[in-house]
């Protein structure tokens, strides 16, 4: 059934890719860094919250998660592996530097009038094996993400943009489920929980993969003309 939470997750993902574009459209590669940056930091704030969408209890954070796949594939389209992999290690030196601070940030005393702290513990306090499991999630997956869209765009060349870029998505959306589902949750729950967690966490992300495809090809178009006016 489809209901406020189906609704305005289609209509934020939609609006969340648009802007993509266009931040591409006008800020060239440097604006896909930029978006790279800004999506890892709040994805991984986005994902302390669960809800419920198609049935199913998941987390916040997939669409913007997501959306950092889109903007490597164009980043590998348009701009190359390199480019592809400078913007995958940039988001990693962000989330690890977020992390870093946020800690840094929940040591000091805080005054006496202060009502943030308990806050800002509840929402950041480090949780060490949730924490090495994003980062080294983040990391295995989006540099399988740049290999794999060039080892298929050398199969096929230029043409068949959605296979290359559903192709790699889609496995290396997978890899980044598993691999933090793994380490963040083996042996702390059963297995058929944990099968569980692991195959809806993997459903909604590939749902966005999907959806982005023609937004792949917009972005051609605009990397196209831009290559045109240069």
């Not at 890892?40 to 916040?60: H, Q, Y």
């Not at 090495?132 to 993400?145: E, F, I, P, R």
């Amino acid at each position: 059934m489809i209901g406020f939470n189906e609704l305005l997750w289609f209509s934020f993902a939609l609006v969340d890719l648009s802007i993509l574009l266009l931040i591409y459209r006008f800020f060239g590669k440097i604006g896909l860094y930029v978006s790279i940056v800004i999506s890892i930091i709040i994805c991984n704030i986005e994902v302390l919250k669960t809800v419920t969408l198609f049935g199913l209890t998941t987390t916040l954070g997939n669409v913007l998660y997501a959306s950092i796949f889109l903007a490597t594939d164009i980043l590998s389209e348009m701009h190359g592996k390199e480019d592809a992999r400078r913007g995958v290690i940039l988001g990693f030196v962000a989330l690890v530097l977020s992390t870093l601070y946020l800690q840094v940030a929940l040591l000091f005393i805080p005054d006496g009038s202060d009502f943030a702290q308990p806050h800002l513990e509840a929402l950041f306090g480090l949780l060490p094996r949730v924490a090495l499991a994003s980062m080294t999630a983040y990391l295995v997956s989006q540099m399988y993400d740049v290999w794999a869209f060039h080892a298929i765009r050398e199969k096929t060349g230029v043409r068949h943009l959605w296979l290359r870029n559903n192709g790699s998505t889609l496995v290396s959306q997978f890899l980044d489920s598993l691999v933090f589902c793994v380490i963040a949750f083996a042996g702390v729950y059963p297995m058929s929980v944990f099968g569980e967690i692991l195959l809806t966490t993997y459903g909604i992300k590939a749902l966005v993969a999907v959806l982005d495809t023609p937004f792949m090809y917009l972005a051609r178009r605009i990397g196209a003309n831009q290559a045109a006016l240069a």
